[in-house]
């Protein structure tokens, strides 16, 4: 199957029409093989506005979710950007060709070896994953000029907070279990200054400063 028209039209018609418009992120959409990050039963529908589920009850998210996080992230080529949530590691694809190192965390290590390896045969060779509990953060290397949180806290981690450079950006899901508010935070000598981007239902953070474990 030819996926690079489907992923042409994800781009104009779940992206563009909704209102992404930095050309670094549409480019990086339009480029990604999203099809390669899900099962092999599920690489037709790669490219649909939903998200798909990827194993052990985690999704890949919607490619508009994906895009809106990624474009509050502001990136510009030369950050270093800690994901937590590595998933499939689709989201952690888009990231490596946007800045200058990802640092991921995934707390299932079946998840994360797997999306290493679709990583690793991409050339995505500026990320460094690890397992463990993203709540946490990385604090061993921190700074981070961004933060990127693919799953639902019920409070923003302080810790994270804690690991961000000055004018960092944080981008997190933040409500209950069924429905949360994605909001963007950025580091000012005040401190954070936060906006909301929009509703949205992520699978939850687990972890010591997220949800207890199930």
């Known amino acids: 199957m030819n996926f690079a ?3 042409e039209r994800m781009v104009a018609e779940q992206l563009v029409r909704r209102g992404i418009r930095d050309a670094r992120v549409l480019q990086v959409m339009g480029k990604v093989p999203r099809h390669l990050f899900v099962d092999e039963a ?3 529908r790669a490219y649909g506005d939903y998200p798909l589920p990827i194993g052990e009850r985690q999704t890949i998210s ?6 809106l996080m990624t474009e509050a992230l502001e990136l510009v080529g ?3 950007v800690l994901e937590i949530g590595t998933g499939c590691g ?3 694809a888009i990231l490596a060709e946007l800045c200058s190192k990802v640092f991921s965390i995934e707390r299932i290590k079946g998840l994360a070896d797997r999306a290493v390896r679709t990583l690793d045969s991409l050339g995505c060779y500026n990320v460094l994953a690890r397992v463990g509990d993203g709540s946490l953060g990385w604090r061993e290397e921190a700074p981070f000029d961004a933060i990127l949180v693919t799953a639902a806290a019920p409070t923003v981690p302080h810790a994270l907070v804690e690991q961000l450079a000055p004018k960092g950006r944080l981008v997190i899901p ?3 279990v069924y429905s949360q508010e994605l909001r963007k935070g950025v580091l000012g000598e005040a401190g954070m200054r936060w906006s909301d981007l929009g509703g949205c239902v ?3 953070l687990i972890g010591d400063r997220g949800w207890p474990s199930e």
């Not at 919607?62 to 895009?67: D, E, I, K, N, S």
Request: net charge positive; hydrophobic share 40%.
């Open 42 to 44: 599920l690489a037709g």
């Open 78 to 80: 030369h950050e270093r």
């Open 174 to 176: 933040v409500g209950d």
């Open 202 to 204: 992520f699978v939850k």
């Open 5 to 7: 028209i489907p992923r």
């Open 90 to 92: 689709y989201q952690t």
């Open 62 to 67: 919607q490619p508009y979710m994906v895009a």
